[in-house]
């Protein structure tokens, strides 16, 4: 089974970039990530296919939230862009042996979260 391990989190003030790692062991999937915000559900932002099919959350596009993958390093990657206050939260990453998915309940596996703090 794939074991997800996300980094990358940190303080960092309004309309900074800010690019959040997800290393993963076992297996081919489908990768997403999502965040869960102060007193909100978890939000999907955006996922990616094993071969590169890109799928985005209704608030996000490639220049808000770029995804990449490096297969060959098991790694994925998301940039997050123009952060803002309300962009505060616990970020992860999920991992689904299905088709690339925006819903939740279609992850299997997913890492322990890596926070990321919008502050001035």
């Known amino acids: 089974q794939v074991h997800l391990v996300e980094s990358g989190g940190r303080l960092v003030q309004p309309g900074d970039s800010l690019t959040l790692s997800c290393s993963a062991s076992?297996?081919?999937?489908?990768m997403g990530w999502f965040r869960q915000c102060p007193g909100k559900e978890r939000e999907f932002i955006v996922a990616?296919?094993?071969?590169?099919?890109?799928?985005y959350g209704a608030h996000f596009d490639q220049d808000r939230a770029t995804i990449t993958r490096d297969n060959t390093k098991n790694t994925v990657y998301l940039q997050m862009n123009s952060l803002q206050f309300e962009d505060t939260g616990v970020y992860y990453c999920?991992?689904?042996?299905?088709?690339?998915?925006?819903?939740?309940?279609?992850?299997?596996?997913w890492g322990q979260g890596t926070q990321v703090t919008v502050s001035s």
């Open positions: 999920a991992a689904s042996s299905l088709a690339i998915s925006a819903k939740i309940e279609d992850y299997e596996v």
């Open positions: 990616i296919g094993w071969s590169g099919g890109r799928t």
């Open positions: 076992g297996g081919t999937y489908a």
